[in-house]
């Protein structure tokens, strides 16, 4: 399994970015897939949720801003980044993880995204 996240890069604030992660030998549509971000000495926080029922959640920080979405033909998950604040500046992470047997959590390698003032 390959999760492979783009789009990260250096905005102004206010400013807007697209994440992408494509996955390969995984069905996106049937699992729930996760955005996560780190910033360096912090733990890494859930950022958005989708579900196989394409059901979505959203960290508070995050809400109303950030939308999280896919597509099935692709097997691509997206991570709409509107108004971006300097607090938004991390590692953006997705992250594919199933909790009941057979269990397992797959990551990305990660994408810097950038926010200056």
């Known amino acids: 399994v390959q999760l492979q996240a783009s789009g990260g890069g250096s905005v102004q604030a206010g400013g807007s970015l697209r994440l992408s992660c494509a996955a390969s030998?995984?069905?996106?549509?049937?699992?729930?897939m996760n955005w996560y971000r780190q910033v360096v000495g912090q733990q890494r926080e859930l950022v958005a949720t989708?579900?196989?029922?394409?059901?979505?959640d959203y960290a508070d920080p995050v809400k109303g801003r950030f939308t999280i979405s896919r597509d099935n033909a692709k097997n691509t998950v997206f991570l709409q980044m509107n108004s971006l604040k300097p607090e938004d500046t991390a590692v953006y992470y997705c992250?594919?993880?199933?909790?009941?047997?057979?269990?397992?959590?797959?990551w990305g390698q990660g994408t810097q995204v950038t926010v200056s003032s």
């Open positions: 989708i579900t196989s029922g394409k059901s979505t």
């Open positions: 030998g995984l069905i996106i549509r049937i699992n729930t």
């Open positions: 992250n594919a993880r199933r909790v009941i047997a057979p269990k397992y959590d797959y």
